[in-house]
């Protein structure tokens, strides 16, 4: 069985892949600070114009500070795209370009009386969510500084002075540190819900990578188990779990342990009994609700609990619908006892879960389908392509293991005069009482065929021609003792590889001349083929040929 790669190992390289920096660009962020810069100054444009008194910007020397403002983005902006080197000068000489520009527009209104000065709290906030909270902490830092001294009387009256303002009421000192934590606050949050978004960000490109990743290996998956171990394995690294199990009737459980090599094995054989599914317990629980559960811990007593001894926080989903669906039982990485999961983190297992129901739906499909393909719709046997097949695989076996194999062809005698006298709904009902004999008379490793017509074929691994016979025989008195089959004979031929073929063609004939001679010899009998001549490696030391054996036969 084909395990998947190693959980640990998978789980590291979906972590690295999180925190890969595959945000915004850096070009896209100068961008959009750039228009925020110039966003700031169409506002303290738009003040100077509708309250020049107020804002102390009524003269044309503060609107020639802000045009000039406005230049410098536009200049640090095509230096940005100009090249990474020159984008970093001028981010540096912007930050610069800031201070001082706020405080100029800032004094004359009275510095943080100033309706603009919540310009620096959009400066601040700007900045920790387009650069980071280091540069919007950076940012307040100057800003403050350039306020305080702004607000000392030589430079301030020289800003009043040179922006041709009156002087303006100093502002007390306990309103400019106001301002400034008022504007450390906003790059705080502004940070904090960036770092937020940024976190689910990566969190919802985990989860599409690992169902990428998981739909890739359920494609083509012709096995129930595989599509399981998948769904295990996927749903395990979107949660970060560190152990998971799939609980399934009918076969062994899986078991997801990341702490062990190959990360899925199968729980040894009475682990998690057979009472996993019943009331009260996880697993039932799971496929009687149709959606995720969580369990803050597993109940002991709960069978399931043996499969994740001492497991908290356990999602539990049904994989599919019905009684006996799958349920996957997955730990989360929060194992503390208080931990409450998130509504988002069931819905994901149930995701996943819903996909590999559909993976599962396919491969029932699928194995109906082959099975159909194989299957004479008569008798309910293998038809004569399933026969071709595992004639081949047989063949090369016994070849590779040195062990005989033996072919029987049976054919019922006159079978035309049963249609005849009877009609074809009599034969019909005869064929299908036949293989159904056939079938109850061999072994579960032999396989009964139905080879054409009235014609069947059994395909005997380990069986030499006089075994073979020994089953013809218990075959011919079962005939002999149903009520159904009154009056119904039949004749074979056997050969077995290596006596009397090299492969499968020549066995085939080899059984089939058999046949003929039991026909000619009278019917109602087995005839073992003549030897032919073979290839030394398939002949044991010291056989010699011998003459065609044909079983008696019986009275009716």
């Known amino acids: 069985m084909t395990r998947p790669s190693n959980v640990a190992a998978r789980h590291g390289r979906l972590r690295r892949l999180a925190g890969a920096p595959d945000l915004a660009s850096l070009t896209d962020r100068t961008t959009l600070l750039a228009f925020t810069r110039l966003g700031m100054a169409a506002a303290a444009l738009v003040t100077a ?169 359920l494609e083509g998956a012709a096995d129930p188990e595989v599509c399981l171990e998948a769904l295990l394995v996927h749903a395990g690294a979107a949660l970060e779990a560190r152990r998971g199990a799939v609980v399934r009737p009918g076969a062994a459980d899986l078991v997801l342990d990341a702490d062990v090599p190959g990360g899925v094995r199968a729980a040894p054989a009475g682990q998690a009994p057979a009472a996993a599914g019943t009331a009260g317990g996880v697993v039932a629980a799971a496929r009687a609700e149709r959606h995720p559960l969580v369990r803050q811990h597993l109940d002991p007593a709960d069978p399931a609990a043996a499969l994740l001894p001492g497991a908290r926080n356990v999602v539990a989903c049904a994989v599919g619908a019905g009684p006996d669906a799958p349920v996957v039982l997955l730990e989360h990485g929060a194992r503390s006892e208080g931990q409450r999961l998130a509504r988002r983190t069931r819905l994901v297992v149930g995701q996943f879960a819903a996909h590999a129901a559909l993976a599962l739906s396919a491969v029932a499909v699928l194995t109906e389908r082959e099975r159909q393909a194989g299957v004479d719709p008569l008798t309910g046997l293998a038809n004569r392509r399933q026969f071709d097949a595992t004639l081949a695989r047989e063949v090369a076996i016994a070849t590779r293991r040195a062990e005989p194999l033996t072919l029987a062809l049976v054919d019922v005698d006159h079978f035309k005069r049963v249609n005849d006298r009877n009609g074809h709904l009599a034969g019909d009902a005869v064929l299908r009482r036949l293989a159904e004999v056939l079938g109850e008379e061999s072994r579960d490793t032999d396989l009964v065929a139905r080879y054409g017509g009235e014609e069947f074929v059994l395909v005997l691994p380990s069986c030499s021609s006089v075994g073979a016979l020994r089953v013809l025989r218990r075959i011919d008195a079962s005939i002999a003792a149903d009520a159904a089959l009154a009056g119904v004979t039949v004749s074979s031929g056997v050969a077995t590889l290596g006596e009397h073929a090299a492969d499968g063609t020549g066995l085939v004939a080899a059984a089939d001349e058999a046949l003929y001679a039991s026909k000619r010899a009278g019917r109602n009998r087995a005839t073992v083929a003549s030897r032919r001549r073979v290839p030394l490696e398939l002949v044991g030391a010291g056989e010699t040929a011998a003459p065609a054996l044909s079983l008696p036969a019986r009275r009716r």
């Not at 406005?70 to 020159?86: D, E, I, K, Q």
């Not at 106001?178 to 960000?201: D, K, M, Q, R, T």
């Open 49 to 217: 114009l509708a309250a020049p008194a107020t804002s102390g910007l009524g003269t044309a020397g503060a609107r020639a500070a802000i045009a000039g403002y406005a230049l410098a983005v536009v200049a640090g902006l095509a230096a940005a795209r100009s090249g990474p080197r020159a984008g970093v000068v001028a981010a540096t000489v912007l930050g610069g370009v800031d201070a001082l520009w706020l405080a100029v527009m800032v004094t004359p209104g009275g510095g943080a009386r100033s309706p603009l000065a919540v310009l620096v709290l959009v400066q601040a906030v700007a900045l920790a969510a387009l650069v980071g909270a280091r540069a919007g902490a950076v940012a307040v830092a100057t800003d403050l500084i350039v306020l305080v001294a702004a607000r000392s009387g030589a430079l301030e009256g020289r800003i009043d002075s040179a922006l041709g303002v009156p002087a303006a009421a100093s502002a007390a000192p306990a309103a400019v540190g106001l301002l400034a934590a008022g504007a450390a606050a906003a790059a705080l949050v502004a940070w904090g819900g960036g770092h937020i978004g940024a976190i689910e960000l990566r969190r919802s490109r985990l989860e599409l990578e690992v169902f990428a990743a998981m739909a890739g290996a």
